[in-house]
């Protein structure tokens, strides 16, 4: 079945790492996002990408970062200058004409 | 730039009761618009869309008309249920040569038997 598939679900990060987010789709879809979600809050976007090895800042794109090497992949990185990164982060993917497809989240929490 | 406005939440109905959710929005050219459904700890599922103006998205019971002339979309259904309790995304696309969507800040639906 074609789909996006964000992996960890949880994932869990100390104080001053790096943590990547996986986001993979089989959809053959040329664009793909990524926002993040606070309790009880909209979506705020990250970045997105409209074509492989292109990306564009979202809205709150300080302390991230990602690529995108292959159309399957947008993998997110969450680095220790990111103060605040704990939150539900949420990646779609989307062509022209069609829907965004979402994956199922993943909960990253600071400890 | 594009924006999105739909009612705050929360909102609490009892079971069978009429649902309505304003949605308005703000787009240079002619937007497709969605609402999308987020249950608790999940990702965003598409519940309905329309493409074009008088066109009306129907899904479970849900129904949403494309009102170019007010720029509306506000989600209807006649008689919820206990399941119907997640949250409600309104959202556009307007293509316009940039692949941004732009997303309302949800509202919080809770049914209560």
């Known amino acids: 079945d074609g789909g996006i598939t964000q992996s960890p679900k949880y994932l869990f990060r100390k104080e001053g790492q ?94 | 730039g594009n924006s999105v406005t739909q009612m705050e939440g929360p909102v609490t109905l009892s079971e069978e009761a009429f649902l309505t959710i304003n949605c308005t929005y703000t787009a240079t050219g002619y937007p497709s618009l969605f609402w999308y459904v987020q249950y608790p700890g999940e990702g965003l599922q598409l519940l309905l869309k329309a493409t074009k103006a008088d066109d009306k998205g129907s899904n479970k019971g849900f129904e949403a008309t494309y009102r170019k002339e007010t720029t509306s979309f506000h989600l209807e259904k006649g008689s919820v249920q206990v399941s119907d309790s997640a949250v409600y995304f309104c959202a556009l696309y307007s293509g316009a040569g940039s692949y941004q969507l732009t997303f309302g800040k949800g509202t919080k639906l809770s049914v209560i038997p």
């Open chain 1, 18 to 111: 790096n943590v990547t987010l996986s986001c993979e789709q089989n959809l053959n879809h040329d664009a793909m996002y990524w926002y993040r979600q606070d309790p009880g809050q909209g979506l705020r976007l990250i970045y997105y990408s409209q074509i492989v090895n292109d990306f564009q800042k979202g809205d709150i794109a300080e302390g991230y970062s990602v690529s995108r090497e292959k159309k399957e992949s947008f993998p997110l990185t969450v680095t220790s200058a990111q103060k605040n990164p704990t939150a539900f982060y949420l990646c779609a993917s989307k062509n022209t004409n069609t829907e965004a497809f979402f994956g199922q989240g993943t909960r990253l929490t600071v400890v």
